[in-house]
């Protein structure tokens, strides 16, 4: 009887310990963003070379990450900028924090366009690659709007 009490108990033990094992965290991969792009959209450029861009990126995993470049087929190059108290001011990164989101919207944080290569027209798409630090790059088709779109009124 007490060979098989032991053993029940060693059983128990070891049953405890796997379970405690599993629950230490030590078990699941490293953690890591997954970066998604929702509303995104170029109004209408008024300028031959020039246009604003706006999307955001939101963040569902437990790692942050940041948007370190972005470029496409439509402009020489695409810059990214913060805009504070009236102030814009070109910037080389983003963080995008664990569980949040990037904005970039009018009056805010934008994408500019610059050396535009043709003049994007309302109910076209422009293809946008997103680079960023620790994931890998994300394509978006942004549709453009008219110029004078809202956001909030979807028109």
Do not use: W
Not at 17 to 35: D, F
């Amino acid at each position: 009887m007490r060979r098989r009490r032991t053993a029940v108990l060693t059983a128990g033990a070891l049953t405890g310990a796997v379970a405690l094992t599993g629950c230490s965290g030590s078990g699941a991969g490293p953690q890591r963003a997954e970066l998604s792009v929702s509303a995104s959209y170029m109004p209408q450029p008024v300028s031959a070379d020039m246009a604003a861009g706006f999307l955001t990126i939101t963040n569902k995993g437990g790692a942050g990450d940041e948007l370190t470049s972005v470029s496409s087929d439509v402009a020489g190059q695409v810059t990214m900028h913060s805009t504070t108290g009236g102030a814009m001011t070109e910037k080389s990164s983003f963080a995008i924090p664990a569980h949040g989101r990037l904005v970039f919207r009018s009056g805010g944080n934008h994408l500019m366009f610059e050396g535009l290569k043709r003049a994007p027209k309302q109910g076209q798409k422009v293809t946008l690659r997103l680079g960023f630090a620790a994931s890998g790059p994300l394509t978006v088709e942004m549709p453009v709007r008219a110029t004078t779109y809202n956001p909030s009124t979807g028109h």
